[in-house]
């Protein structure tokens, strides 16, 4: 259920359209519903109002035969399927370094401003969780690799379903939960703010655990709600 990828360059059709390497323009679909939908003009006109024109940087990623790059996409279906129109609300770089047998990680705020890269609205800027939705993973890691000068060798997306089985795949999770926290996810509590809405859209309610300050184990679930603490 993890979706992984070697990371091909972006092609577009007549339009300016990014289409992945396998696909060939015909295929692109207008249906929402579509694995090929691309997004249509109303939506790219609402993602970017308001935009500036600004000059996009221009420079090469750095390469280095002894790491390895995978962006991690994390995106906010609740769905078993993944989407092309959902947007990319976690990013994370993993690098590997074979010599040291290292492995790093480095966050991706989703917030960062970064300029698209081709279309209609080349030049101007959005934020960078909006450039999956707007091209595909193609168009995200060209875009991850073009604004932090970082060679990505491939990526790996999951989304909210996905995170639960991994989790569960491996037993549990360890979480230190404060207060506030432990609050926050209190079912029993009035005040609890977790979101009932989603529990009941990922289908888990008959999952959930009771949850204390301080150290918990936690199922794939739970760790998923208190992923998604603010």
Known sequence: ??????????????????????????????????????????????????????????????EDDKVINILLIATDEAETTFSNIANSDCMMIVSANKSKGTIKLVSVERGTAVPIQIGRYAGQYDWINSMLRLGGPARLVSTVEECFRVDIEGFVRVNSQTFIQIVNS????????????????????????????????????????TVKAGPNFVNGEMATLYARCR
């Open 1 to 62: 259920d993890i979706h992984y990828e070697e990371y091909s360059e972006l092609s577009t059709d007549k339009d300016g359209n990014p289409i992945e390497a396998n696909q060939d323009s015909s295929q692109v679909s207008k249906n929402p519903d579509s694995e090929s939908y691309l997004g249509n003009e109303e939506d790219l006109e609402k993602l970017s109002k308001g935009l500036n024109n600004k000059v996009p940087p221009s420079v090469n990623p750095v």
């Open 170 to 209: 491996c037993g549990g999770i360890n979480i230190n939960l404060t207060q506030t926290e432990a609050d926050y996810l209190d079912l029993k509590l009035p005040g609890s703010k977790v979101a009932k809405g989603h529990i009941k859209q990922l289908g888990i309610e008959d999952k959930l655990q």
